[in-house]
């Protein structure tokens, strides 16, 4: 098992930049996949964005959505992946999710909250 840990929510205006963080309890070089979900009031949980972790390629994707404004990345040394969002739109309003992907089981952190609004 692993334990998740979001932080780097917050409030900003449309336009501003937010860098949200994930703290994995361990390893997760063995994780075969991370990543940032969202969902907002009265929607479902959607993808963000996720990076692989095979060898020494780490492919990513992204949501259109998102493609262009925000960028994923890992430390696997630190246990950490990140996300930084900029030109945030007030559609980018959700609770954010860090996922961990390992065969067929995925671990949830427990959200953080990215407000945009003027």
């Known amino acids: 098992q692993v334990q998740l840990v979001e932080s780097g929510g917050g409030s900003v205006q449309p336009g501003g930049s937010l860098r949200l963080s994930c703290t994995a309890s361990?390893?997760?070089?063995?994780?075969?996949?991370m990543g940032w979900y969202r969902q907002a009031p009265g929607k479902q949980r959607e993808l963000v964005a996720t990076?692989?972790?095979?060898?020494?390629?780490?492919?990513?994707n992204y949501a259109d959505s998102v493609k262009g404004r925000f960028t994923i990345s890992r430390d696997n040394m630190k246990n950490m992946v990140y996300l930084q969002m900029d030109s945030l739109k007030p559609e980018d309003t959700a609770v954010y999710y860090c996922?961990?992907?390992?065969?067929?089981?995925?671990?949830w952190g427990q959200g953080t909250q990215v407000t945009v609004s003027s």
């Open positions: 996922n961990a992907h390992q065969l067929n089981i995925d671990y």
């Open positions: 361990r390893n997760i070089f063995s994780m075969s996949s």
């Open positions: 990076i692989s972790n095979i060898a020494s390629s780490a492919r990513t």
